[in-house]
């Protein structure tokens, strides 16, 4: 299973009145083309239709776990993708390494897509006195992820904000529950003080002088406490393995009992090496029934609003589609975005998402390209995130009966 | 939002053999037919595939009141929809004038689609000493309301008959509850003393002198209360209003917290003006954000198997349409049906009906006419009432994101 996060899209402004094409529509992407001729198409929902995902629900209820039963926050799955321990009470939260200027006005939300030094920041940052145990962690690029621990706490906070141009406001409790109170007021000591000890920090500096954005805040949200995950071989059958460059992915595939691939030249952002993955998500399927690979440069970069990159970024994600369809003999692809994401307005929409079964046992339908318009057409019709599991067990013949 | 009630058809039995036609397919709607062109189409199932509904199920799911939870009958939200002051207990009907012979047997379930002289009847028909409290009122054309408020009634009794041909039997309590009981035996006497009222009264002498039926008995139906709908504005942030000609719609507007805008020219019938219902709905986009305009002249004409006036209607309301396509600008048209009418039949059928979106920021599919057929590839696929909402919010950019 290849999920492409984001890569489906609205017709772009600057096509509107011309074309009215999509990036998908604009690349040239001849291998996902020739997977869609031959494959069973279709259209995705990942929550139902006109429920606007993000990509953790989407996923979920991708990988067959209900996110309106098992959802607890970004968070929590984020710290499961990192190496960090983690108890049943923590709280976890997801957070981006950003830069903010002296009135706290949010001037980029990934830090200029850092890359580097993030680790000295991380240890000048757990030094940081908060009066309750935390633990500071590094994910992938500007994302890491922030646990708190203590008797007294709740996941019910506010988010920090992660839009550009707007200031940084205190994070304030989301009920009157003495640890939401509590909860909330740690959070903020510890974005005042992340300012106060990377502003000045070294890493920073040289970044400042090689004008670079500088990683001087620390944007915490997506509070909540550890989901549970039925085991996904218990569930399915399937030993399962994850290859992604995001902690959610891998903290999905961990807490459901998968296999992380670990691919150092993932970077969750595009200059990710999507081909060191493809090999990576083939190597895997010698020992697992199932290989769940994520691509999540597509989505970056549309939220980014950078249609030109986005293109780009299918483009070479479609090389390595290409290269992976020559290298599997017995094995059932399945491609697909786990939502839209329009590069217009930078954010997730409830469009529908293309979905393809490729070398299965199906029968054809008559799409010819893999675009969101061709999709309208496809034989698997119209499918929820939920639906996307079982069709796969019938197609490999291990979904089981209802009634004889 | 345009729904033009009970606009989808069957193929007509008149065409059956040759072109296998439907009004739709039949009607010169040039406008129609560009919007489908230009826009996102699909089929609708109000309640879900093969539920057959009524217009005020099916308003009711696709303005997102599951009416599974909220629905207590038609007559309360024909009452609500009138001007009556109305409190919690009281049993609401909806109740046409029509007309019997001597035998009661049913000759015109709208007698005769009266449109005058109604108000004097009403007048007379409140003079009935009922032994309970109660008020009669006027809706539009044939239609009127009747509240019952007694400490020991109950909605649990049966409808009067609107067979025309049948014999209006007496209406049975539905459960041995002695207020449904006692119910039933109020409205029998209404309707037996409303036919003794009528039968000589002025406005009906006159009628038959003018050759017209005579509105010499009240057929109530529906019982129920008053049901609680959760306000639009809360639910979805967007201030809605409603034209319509009829009651049940308006019914619903009010109880949902919506803004009523009364049209004098609309009748709830096929001699509505329905240009100047467009204009009222151009004129409440000024101040609304969500126009709700309802056309009933389609649905009224295939119950009465009128073929040739379905054909007539259906052009009548195109031309409208073109007004308002040619005077919006940022706004996202909804067109649908509620439900299918089939017009061979008389009645309602549980086949999907067209909705298209047009105006929007969507992806186009290979719709190019307004129809019940061309919409089976429309991009939207099939979708049910409670799916429209959610798609419009989405379309607007007004949809919350579950999960990030």
């Given amino acids: ?118 680790e000295y920041l991380e240890k000048t940052l757990n030094e940081i006195d908060l009066g309750v145990e935390f633990k500071l962690k590094n994910s992938a690029g500007y994302r890491c992820v922030l646990l708190l621990r203590d008797d007294d706490l709740s996941p019910s906070v506010e988010d920090a904000t992660t839009e550009e141009g707007k200031k940084i406001e205190e994070i304030k409790p989301l009920d009157d529950d003495r640890g939401s109170i509590k909860t909330a007021k740690v959070l903020n000591e510890f974005i005042k003080k992340s300012y106060e000890i990377l502003k000045d920090h070294p890493v920073n500096s040289k970044r400042k002088e090689e004008g670079k954005m500088p990683a001087n805040i620390i944007l915490p949200r997506g509070a909540g406490v550890i989901p549970r995950l039925e085991n996904f071989y218990e569930k399915y059958g399937l030993r399962g393995a994850v290859v992604s460059g995001i902690g959610l992915v891998k903290g999905m595939g961990h807490l459901a009992g998968m296999d992380i691939i670990d691919v150092p030249e993932a970077t969750g952002h595009i200059d990710s090496d999507f081909m060191a993955k493809g090999k990576a998500a083939l190597d895997a399927l010698k020992t697992h029934d199932f290989v769940l690979l994520h691509i999540e440069g597509t989505d970056e970069v549309s939220h980014d609003k950078n249609v030109k990159e986005k293109i780009m970024v299918l483009e070479r994600v479609d090389e390595m589609i290409g290269y992976i369809s020559r290298h599997v003999e017995d094995t059932l692809v399945t491609i697909l975005a786990d939502h839209t994401t329009s590069t217009d307005l930078g954010d997730h929409t409830a469009d529908p998402a293309p979905i393809v079964l490729w070398n299965g046992d199906f029968i054809t339908d008559k799409v010819r390209e893999f675009t969101e318009r061709e999709m309208y057409r496809g034989g698997l019709h119209r499918i929820r995130g939920m639906d996307v599991i079982p069709v796969i067990l019938d197609q490999i013949n291990k979904s089981k009966k209802f009634g004889s």
Same sequence: chains 1, 2.
Avoid: W
């Avoid at 995705?44 to 309106?68: C, E, F, M, V, W």
């Fill in 1 to 118: 299973m290849i999920i492409i996060d984001g890569m489906a899209d609205r017709e772009l402004k600057a096509y509107k009145d011309k074309s009215k094409k999509t990036p998908l529509e604009i690349a040239n992407i001849p291998n996902l083309d020739q997977m869609a001729k031959e494959g069973l198409c279709g259209l995705l929902d990942s929550l139902g239709i006109g429920k606007r995902a993000g990509s953790d629900t989407a996923i979920l209820s991708i990988l067959g776990y209900d996110p309106y039963d098992v959802y607890t926050g970004r968070g929590p799955l984020e710290v499961a993708g990192t190496k960090i321990k983690f108890k049943e009470d923590d709280i976890c939260l997801r957070c981006n390494y950003a830069t903010v200027n002296d009135d706290f006005v949010l001037l980029d939300r990934t830090a200029g897509h850092i890359s580097e030094g993030t």
